[in-house]
């Protein structure tokens, strides 16, 4: 089993994010329905765009379920399940994802969390991959500054890399591409391939 070695660090780090920008981790704040709709958008934006996920050829997968549940944690369930119509009009395996969430997580914050790890290489958890794909997730959708989490990240010791697990040599992953104008002729940091200083602009739109 891998090890989740930065788990707590991660969690750690993600409320003093969201404390800085104003807002707590938790909190009731969208309909469970709102959440899946707002996960679905994203798993359809960037799925097998930030890892590999499955072949699109033979498989189809646009949609994430979210069910309510008690307790005091959420999570992205692992793998893939069947739709009730089981193959599409063309004849592929028609799946869904599945994310649980408890009523005080129902909220972008922590819907942006779980799917990272949709997002992320199998056997991530809270790993470096997981992380540059979270930080992302976070500037874009909830316009969190990404100098400040990267410096942030890199205080906290909690490595990150933009780039994308089992690359071939040459192959430059989606993420790398959208920073790499950002970060040119810039000095790198402890953690995995990003800077602490330089000029930070808006992400762009076009990923």
């Given at each position: ?44 934006r960037y799925k097998n765009k930030t890892t590999y996920h499955f072949n699109e050829r ?150």
């Amino acid at each position: 089993m891998t090890k989740d070695s930065q788990k707590q660090k991660v969690y750690d780090w993600e409320k003093s994010v969201a404390k800085h920008f104003g807002k707590d981790m938790w909190g009731a704040e969208m309909t469970p329905k709102e959440c899946e709709q707002f996960a679905t958008k994203i798993w359809n934006r960037y799925k097998n765009k930030t890892t590999y996920h499955f072949n699109e050829r033979y498989d189809y997968c646009s949609k994430v379920k979210v069910k309510l549940v008690g307790g005091n944690k959420c999570t992205m369930r692992g793998g893939y399940f069947h739709s009730k119509r089981r193959t599409t009009k063309d004849g592929r395996g028609s799946y869904y994802k599945k994310m649980h969430l408890n009523v005080m997580g129902c909220n972008k914050r922590i819907v942006i969390h779980e799917i990272a790890h949709a997002l992320s290489p199998r056997n991530s958890k809270h790993d470096e991959y997981f992380v540059g794909i979270y930080m992302y997730l976070m500037a874009k959708y909830l316009g969190y500054d990404l100098k400040f989490m990267i410096n942030s990240a890199n205080e906290n010791k909690i490595n990150f890399t933009w780039k994308q697990k089992g690359q071939f040599t040459g192959y430059v992953s989606p993420l790398s591409k959208l920073i790499r104008p950002y970060l040119k002729d810039k000095p790198q940091t402890k953690s995995l391939a990003l800077p602490t200083t330089g000029r930070y602009l808006v992400l762009p739109s076009a990923l």
